[in-house]
């Protein structure tokens, strides 16, 4: 957590009343929530006329709510046409079965080789006449939470040109891995309709997130009961995580970003010195990736091996693979950009934050080092 939510919470004056209450109590939650609207609105240069901000638990919630929300007020009048990327997180990708039960369609649009988006792909998608004569539902992952390659927003506009036929058309951007992790995160632009965050990326506490919505749209609430946040998600809001929120993103502002690139590049360049052979990195060249990811594997070894390996020299990092039953599955992500599935179970990814270390007493050699002695048990 952040260095401001260690503080208040440690403070122990938890705003705990119901911010609907009436009360001098949940008056004070209420303000404490109308504050940290305020500071959002500010921080993304939006318009409270234009944009709704809507706290929920977190990016997963906000993601279903979106695809299952949009899919439940089509229901009965209208298909609806979820295009999603195949390098898209599961939270994303798993929308799959419950839209098609409600007899809406599913497609996939394919990604290259580098990680950026296959445009012909989505041409292709365009042409289809079941697509392009339903209203589409399309998700763009800002920053990829695996490989950490970034799609930069301007591409929007390509997206929106490519299905101008369609009658609507709701753009929905993934940007939980943005914020304090490239220059520019809180520079939304307008061609996207919603923004979806999850407050633990940044430091703020854990089951708390926020979605940034336009106001003309109202997805049918997955949650429903006293009407809270003008009926888009009911429950009584969690007071002391939105206001952890603030606190997160003000800190990040504060934050040396480039610091965590130096620190990634150097351990990229010494992994490609030692072991060019012996491993691969997972977009290496590409111009556009964020600060504080790298995505490695050695490719004779799979990732548990890895992890356990790094986990024992006291490092955590983290495998973009899921486990199940002690057998590592390949990295769908991985395989989307054409890697083989050895490749893709062989993936582990390291992730710098700003509190991830003390960068004033851990040199950028100190830590190569410290990556390349674990990585050298599997030359």
């Known amino acids: 957590m952040s260095d401001s ?30 504050e940290v609207k305020d500071f959002i609105y500010q921080l993304f240069s939006l318009s409270e006329s234009e944009w709704e901000i ?41 929308q799959s079965s419950f839209l098609k039960k409600l007899g809406h369609n599913f497609h996939t649009y394919e ?18 006449s079941d697509i392009n004569e339903r209203p589409i539902l399309f998700n763009y992952t800002w920053v990829n939470n695996e490989t950490g390659i970034v799609w930069d927003l301007e591409q929007l506009k390509k997206i929106r040109s490519i299905f101008s036929n ?27 309709d ?12 854990k089951g708390v997130g ?19 946040q003008l009926g888009i998600r009911a429950g009584t809001e969690n007071t002391d995580g939105i206001y952890s ?17 130096t620190y990634r590049d150097k351990i990229e360049s010494e992994i490609i010195k030692h072991y060019q052979d012996s491993s691969y990195i997972v977009g290496h060249g590409v111009k556009n990736r964020n600060f504080s990811t790298l995505s490695i594997a050695m490719k004779e070894t799979t990732a548990d091996i890895l992890l356990t390996a790094f986990d024992l020299a006291g490092m955590d990092v983290s495998s973009g693979s899921a486990c199940s039953s002690g057998t590592v599955s390949p990295s769908r992500v991985l395989l989307a950009m054409g890697y083989s599935h050895q490749e893709a179970r062989s993936a582990l990814r390291i992730s710098l934050g700003p509190k991830s270390f003390d960068y004033n007493s851990l040199s950028t050699d100190d830590l190569s080092h410290r990556v390349i002695r674990v990585l050298g048990r599997f030359k």
């Open 54 to 94: 809507v706290f929920h638990s977190g990016a997963s919630e906000g993601i279903n709510s979106v695809f299952k929300g949009f899919g439940i007020e089509y229901f009965g009048h209208t298909s609806v046409s979820a295009l999603v990327a195949q390098s898209d997180h599961s939270a994303v990708y798993e």
């Open 111 to 128: 990604v290259n080789t580098n990680g950026s988006i296959d445009f012909q792909s989505l041409e292709r998608l365009a042409e289809e």
């Open 194 to 205: 919603i923004y979806t965050f999850s407050g633990h990326k940044f430091g703020a506490m």
């Open 210 to 228: 926020l979605s940034l919505m336009k106001k003309d749209l109202r997805p049918y609430p997955l949650i429903q009961g006293g009407g809270q």
């Open 5 to 34: 939510v260690v503080e208040y919470l440690g403070k122990g004056d938890f705003l705990f009343a119901n911010p609907s209450s009436i009360h001098s109590s949940g008056k004070r939650s209420k303000r404490a929530i109308n």
């Open 166 to 192: 369609c009658p609507k058309l709701i753009i929905h951007v993934d940007a939980v891995q943005s914020v304090g992790k490239i220059p520019g995160w809180n520079s939304i632009v307008s061609e996207a």
């Open 245 to 261: 929120l603030m606190l997160a993103f003000k800190d990040t502002q504060k934050y040396e970003i480039e610091q965590m690139r």
